[in-house]
């Protein structure tokens, strides 16, 4: 058997650069039209319509269907494995090249979402808070919750349900932060951070970004559950 072919072809989808941005503003989880896609690649309607067409073909993406609107997302937590371990090669990796930073890349490297879970500064400050509490402990390529750190999460009121395994997840994961250059946390427990962050105000989505603002009851909860100060 080759792997040849097929991995040509999907590096070639994902190298064009509409296709590219594309795949990576749907790094957040979310699902966008491809009215907002069209306009994240910089493309026409019906460019960003064949460039779709090609991705979903290839079960990079999926569509979701809501009454005349179709969304498109991410296919699986695979096809995000795959765009964040290429944009942390390209960060870490590749040769450097000089860009200068704006304000949305200062925002990123802060707090991100990277698909269902935390990264920047926040997401490498979450695992590093749990790592040395005791309530997870990180391989090279896996991590355990311990016992410690179920009671922990369940004080913080994360519910056990959102803790189970699924052959469909990686429970517990590192993931190497392209920004920070150091692991956050991933897999069913970051998710389930992230998840809590949000639902409690302490993040916040930035409007068409991946980048995400820390409120301040953000701060203050951040400070207290995990003694993490973020300035």
Known sequence: MTLGPGLAEVTALIGDPARANMLAALMDGRALTATELAYVAGVGASTASAHLAKLHDANLLSVVKQGRHRYFRLASPLVSRMIEGIMTFAAIGSPPRYRPRSTNDT?????????????????????????????????????????????????????????????????????????????????????????????????????????????????????????????
């Open 107 to 231: 925002a990123m490297r802060l707090a991100r979402t990277c698909y269902d879970h935390l990264a920047g500064r926040l997401g490498v400050a979450l695992a590093d808070a749990l790592v040395a509490h005791g309530h997870v402990v990180l391989g090279d390529d896996a991590g355990e919750l311990t016992t410690a750190g179920i009671l922990a999460l369940d004080k913080l009121g994360i519910a056990k349900d959102a803790l189970r395994h699924s052959h469909k997840r990686v429970f517990c994961r590192p993931c190497l932060d392209w920004s920070e250059r150091r692991p956050h946390l991933a897999g069913t427990i970051g998710a389930a951070l992230a998840t809590h962050c949000f639902d409690h105000h302490w993040i916040e989505h930035i409007r068409d970004s991946r980048a995400v603002r820390i409120t301040p009851a953000g701060r203050a909860g951040l400070r207290s559950a995990f003694d993490i100060e973020l300035g």
